[in-house]
């Protein structure tokens, strides 16, 4: 079940993204199972169908999706989500790793840093 807080000051698209990505994740919806329909999840949510189709746009883009034509969405194989998932965590540290380096950190201040964060065992 998905719940939107009104209050966050995120798009509803970027909560529902994440809200899916949760469940697919987490194991709540199996791989190659069908997802509701653009038009069925909006009024379960009572939002715009722009959104939902947004956001199942995103989640496709980042590989928890696919859509076959005429037939709808559906969740893909564990292994495709998780290559994604792995390739933007990786884009993600490098572009940490680069503003770290113009603001003049070293490499030994971003492992200590990452020490103090993480424990030593990081």
Do not use: C, H
């Not at 719940?3 to 987490?26: M, S």
């Not at 884009?91 to 380096?101: D, P």
């Not at 971003?110 to 103090?116: D, Q």
């Amino acid at each position: 079940m998905i719940l939107l807080d009104y209050r966050d000051k995120r798009p509803i698209y970027e909560q529902v993204v994440e809200k899916l990505e949760r469940l697919i994740a987490g194991g709540g919806l199996e791989p190659l199972t069908k997802m509701p329909s653009v038009r069925s999840l909006a009024m379960d949510l009572s939002v715009n169908p722009n959104t939902i189709q947004r956001a199942y746009a995103q989640l496709e883009q980042d590989g928890y999706l696919y859509t076959v034509s005429g037939r709808g969405s559906f969740v893909t194989a564990e292994s495709e989500w998780k290559e994604n998932r792995q390739a933007k965590v990786l884009a993600q540290w490098r572009e940490i790793t680069r503003l770290a380096r113009e603001a003049g950190l070293s490499q030994e201040d971003m492992i200590g840093n990452l020490k103090k964060i993480y424990g030593e065992d990081a």
